[in-house]
């Protein structure tokens, strides 16, 4: 199915079951320990080995020797794979670097070698005796020093974007803010690690593990071993977190295969919480200049976005300057990222890339700039709203309701009892403010499939290898089909994450939820022809409900439909230019309220909304909590999140839960969320959008100006710290 034109009425708009805040399916399972993890395939891996990974201690060089003599003799121990015995190995299309160093390491912590053994702790005890002989080369660990020799990254969406002439704009301009912001370099931080377990038969390979996107994975996978993507099954059904660290092949599943094969039996590996942070990827750090030109009323006339970040030689850039091409109206509009060679461990996606950081910067600017006109920032914002695309002026945008989520944001926050003054407002020793900002998220679709089948008892089995890292996959997915078949939700069975199903958008990007139920969308349609043909009914107004199907004045169950055999359906969701047509676009406004002690510079949030402009809610219960959850993380990255690097050796310090900070319960207090009633029809047969991301893009910023209100201590370099507050600090009063 092509959609290739905007949705107009179809069985999704009944909402009987789209739509509804339904408990999640697979909920009972997780809560009883059902659910199998990566790890946790023991049944169909029996007699497995465990392997240990060992890292890499130089950030660039090359490994002159590796002595696993010792490691070889030490008890249990199967297989040592190092890159001298592991045969020649790709890299897979989404690697930057390989996943297997040797003889060159390009980064701290690269994988050296797999010790595979009886037991872990046998693994684990020899993989410490494997002793590499490394020649250090010199390596470029400090953005600051590379800046000056970032280039354009290469790419037409990462070019220079430019509207109207800005530097004339912004020197007639006559208020004016030129400001630069940092964000550092932040790891996913994900509860489940990186985990695999592989099971070779002959020459298929088998590989349960923890990936967002099975047929990437899979791809990647068969093109670094060399072998026949056919010979490769991938299956994730569960996955304990991802955040977008696991969207991509990473080390542990080459090796386990490698290790498996070379034991000649299932081998798991579960990458240590110690080299997760540094063998991996995470989101880049970035140095951004903001410029804003308005007119004394508070009308923008220039805009500048400029960011630099850096990644490993391929690589590419954190892409934060894309909000600022189309959230604000300006005539005279310029964008540019450049892009520094590092040698630190990869960058690459992590919630939300390129507008989590990216607002941090942006909607701190616009705050101040809001400040100089001496303009309320809400207000600020909605005048310089744009119902068209800046950059292309007869673009219009498919949905845009931003407005109104910052009035119903300001309205529900109480917003008009905030004392713009900083510092002025005092609840006992906590010096109290309030912050807000906008959100703001591209929508994405991706082509997705799916198989739908009646069964002989009526019931209906859907299969696609859509991923559920616990956003609540298989619920809206069931919903979907239980909508279009006129099922109750009891009465659909999903089955996610193997690459045997049919080919979904998966997990990540704030597009996964719209994608894939299109996908199933698309086979419930041909699914419902082949039903009403069989029951000879007229498939085009053929009516489905209460499990039956009807047309013509006939009603006929579908359980007496499979009885003389199931029904399978499948098709898959492509899209044409619609979206080059209208720009698809989700919107919000986050309010935060904060506490400052006034003695320690202590941070403690207070309460935070969020209001969300984002298609069609397909179920208000999982859409909230993805964004709860990402409000969270936003407070993360505002108050704690921060990768150190030590720039003499270009490794990050803190790589592990105990050293990186991430925010507990006691650090979130009330949380709200609103979503505004809106449907897109330029955007899928479901009328959806992304909601996931939106959630992470504006809080971190909602924090920092709610933290200046407090306070009247601007910190333009995150995360906000005490070391950072406490020697600007108003004096106690």
Same mark, same amino acid.
């Given at each position: 199915m092509k959609f290739i034109t905007p949705a107009g009425t179809n069985p999704i708009d009944q909402m009987k079951v789209i739509g509804q805040p339904l408990d999640r399916i697979d909920g009972p399972l997780k809560t009883t320990g059902g659910a199998r993890y990566a790890h946790e395939h023991h049944q169909e891996a029996p007699n497995a080995a465990y392997g240990y990974v060992v890292g890499a201690a130089i950030a660039k060089g090359r490994i002159t020797s590796i002595d696993t003599s010792a490691a070889r003799k030490a008890p249990g121990v199967l297989a040592i794979i190092t890159h001298e015995n592991a045969g020649k190995l790709g890299k897979g299309k989404f690697n930057t670097a390989h996943l297997l160093a040797g003889p060159e390491v390009q980064h701290y912590h690269q994988a050296v070698a797999i010790v595979v053994a009886e037991s872990f702790e046998q693994a684990r005890a020899a993989a410490s005796l494997v002793k590499p002989s490394y020649a250090k080369q010199?390596?470029?660990?400090?953005?600051? #020093?590379?800046?000056?020799?970032?280039?354009? *990254?290469?790419?037409? $969406?990462?070019? $220079?974007?430019?509207?109207?002439?800005?530097?004339? %704009?912004?020197?007639?301009? *006559?208020?004016?803010?030129?400001a630069t912001y940092t964000t550092p370099d932040q790891s996913h931080?994900?509860?489940? +690690?990186?985990?695999?377990? @592989? &099971?070779?038969?002959?020459? #298929?390979?088998?590989?349960y593990t923890s990936n967002q996107m099975i047929d990437w994975g899979r791809q990647d996978l068969a093109k670094t071993?060399?072998? *026949?993507?056919?010979?490769?099954?991938?299956?994730?059904?569960?996955?304990? %977190?991802?955040?977008?660290?696991?969207?991509?092949?990473?080390?542990?599943? &080459?090796?386990? !295969?490698?290790?498996?094969?070379?034991? %000649?039996?299932? &081998?798991?590996?579960?990458?240590?919480?110690?080299?997760?942070?540094?063998?991996?990827?995470?989101?880049? !750090?970035?140095?951004?200049?903001?410029?804003?030109?308005?007119?004394?009323e508070g009308r923008i006339t220039a805009i500048a976005h400029e960011s630099w970040s850096g990644d490993l030689p391929g690589g590419g850039p954190e892409t934060a300057v894309n909000q600022t091409r189309l959230l604000y109206a300006g005539a005279n509009r310029l964008t540019r990222m450049r892009l520094a060679t590092l040698d630190l461990p990869e960058g690459n996606a992590m919630r939300a890339p390129g507008e989590a950081p990216g607002l941090m910067a942006l909607e701190v600017a616009m705050d101040e700039m809001a400040e100089k006109l001496k303009m309320d920032p809400v207000t600020f914002r909605i005048i310089n709203d744009t119902?068209? $695309?800046?950059? #292309?002026?007869?673009?219009?945008?498919?949905?845009?309701?931003?407005v109104q989520c910052l009035r119903t944001g300001a309205d529900r926050f109480a917003w008009k009892n905030?004392? +713009?003054m900083p510092a002025k407002v005092r609840d006992g020793r906590w010096l109290v403010g309030m912050g807000m900002a906008a959100a703001f998220r591209n929508n994405m679709n991706i082509a997705s499939a799916a198989r739908v089948r009646l069964e002989r008892d009526g019931k209906v089995t859907v299969e696609t290898d859509m991923t559920d890292i616990g956003t609540g996959s298989y619920t809206i997915i069931a919903q979907t089909a239980a909508e279009m078949l006129g099922l109750p939700i009891d009465r659909i069975a999903v089955r996610l994450g193997d690459s045997n199903f049919p080919v979904s958008a998966g997990s990540g990007g704030q597009f996964g939820a719209n994608s894939a139920t299109a996908g199933v969308y698309a086979a419930c349609v041909k699914l419902r022809e082949q039903i009403a043909q069989k029951a000879g009914l007229d498939a085009?107004?053929?009516?489905?409900?209460?499990?039956? &199907?009807?047309?013509? %004045?006939?009603?006929?169950?579908?359980?007496?439909? !499979?009885?003389? =055999?199931?029904?399978? @359906?499948?098709?898959?969701?492509?899209?044409? $230019?619609?979206?080059?047509?209208?720009?698809?676009?989700?919107? =919000?406004?986050?309010?935060?309220?904060?506490g400052v002690d006034i003695t320690t510079a202590e941070i403690r949030i207070r309460r935070m909304?969020?209001?969300?402009?984002?298609?069609?809610?397909?179920? *208000?219960?999982? @859409?909230?909590?993805?964004?709860?959850? @990402?409000?969270t993380m936003g407070v993360g990255g505002a108050t704690m999140e921060h990768l150190v690097v030590d720039k003499r050796i270009g490794y990050f310090v803190n790589h592990d839960l105990a050293g990186y900070e991430v925010p507990v319960h006691a650090d979130i207090p009330h949380q709200e969320v609103i979503f505004l009633d809106e449907v897109d029809a330029m955007s899928s047969p479901m009328k959806a959008k992304g909601v996931g991301e939106l959630g992470l893009c504006g809080v971190g910023a909602a924090v920092a100006n709610a933290i200046y209100n407090a306070t009247g201590v601007r910190i333009r370099d995150y995360p906000v710290t005490l070391d950072k507050l406490l020697p600007k600090m108003p004096a106690s009063f």
């Open positions: 010199r390596g470029a660990y400090d953005l600051g #020093q590379a800046k000056a020799a970032a280039v354009e *990254p290469a790419g037409q $969406d990462n070019a $220079d974007s430019k509207t109207g002439n800005f530097e004339r %704009g912004f020197a007639n301009a *006559p208020v004016k803010l030129d931080a994900m509860m489940e +690690p990186y985990t695999s377990v @592989a &099971v070779w038969e002959g020459e #298929q390979l088998t590989l071993l060399g072998i *026949p993507a056919r010979n490769v099954r991938m299956v994730s059904p569960y996955i304990g %977190g991802g955040f977008g660290g696991k969207l991509f092949l990473r080390a542990e599943a &080459v090796l386990a !295969a490698l290790g498996a094969r070379a034991a %000649g039996r299932p &081998v798991k590996v579960a990458l240590q919480r110690s080299l997760i942070m540094n063998n991996t990827t995470h989101r880049p !750090a970035t140095i951004q200049r903001l410029r804003i030109g308005a007119t004394r119902t068209v $695309d800046p950059q #292309q002026a007869g673009r219009k945008f498919s949905q845009r309701r931003f905030r004392n +713009p085009a107004s053929a009516q489905f409900a209460n499990g039956a &199907v009807a047309a013509g %004045g006939r009603s006929v169950m579908l359980h007496e439909i !499979a009885a003389q =055999g199931e029904v399978t @359906a499948e098709d898959k969701m492509e899209y044409g $230019d619609l979206e080059k047509q209208f720009q698809q676009s989700t919107f =919000g406004a986050h309010f935060v309220e904060v909304l969020a209001v969300c402009a984002a298609g069609r809610i397909l179920n *208000p219960k999982s @859409a909230r909590s993805q964004l709860i959850g @990402a409000m």
